[in-house]
């Protein structure tokens, strides 16, 4: 199991640009593929983008291909999401997972064993 703690959300302007962090407890933070998830109010908690173990692969929804970059520095435990070119529609409470059981950057929640609580992202139009 791992701790994760997200970092990095608040307030900004469309257009403006944000980096999140997820900070994981323990040593073996490099087994893990991780991935970046967001629930708007009142609706169900999406996909954004995954990256694996080493950070060879990554894997990005649609919506934020283009604009958010997912980023690990097993180093520091840590696993980033660079969001650039923000939307009204990015506002959402931003989620970081742990996936220890393939390694490899998946859409599917299921395949996440650990969540952070999660850091709130509002875009100001």
């Known amino acids: 199991q791992v701790q994760l703690v997200e970092s990095g959300g608040g307030l900004v302007q469309a257009g403006g640009s944000l980096r999140l962090s997820c900070a994981a407890s323990?040593?073996?933070?490099?087994?893990?593929?991780m991935g970046w998830f967001r629930q708007a109010p009142g609706k169900e908690r999406t996909f954004l983008a995954a990256i694996s173990r080493t950070g060879e692969f990554t894997h990005y929804a649609d919506s934020v291909k283009g604009r958010f970059t997912i980023s690990r520095d097993n180093a520091k435990n840590t696993v980033y999401l660079q969001m650039n070119s923000l939307k009204a529609e990015d506002t959402a409470v931003y989620y970081c997972a742990a996936g220890l059981r393939y390694g490899i950057p998946t859409s599917d929640s299921s395949d996440y064993d650990d969540w952070g609580q999660g850091t709130r992202v509002t875009v100001s139009s």
């Open positions: 323990g040593r073996t933070f490099s087994r893990y593929a």
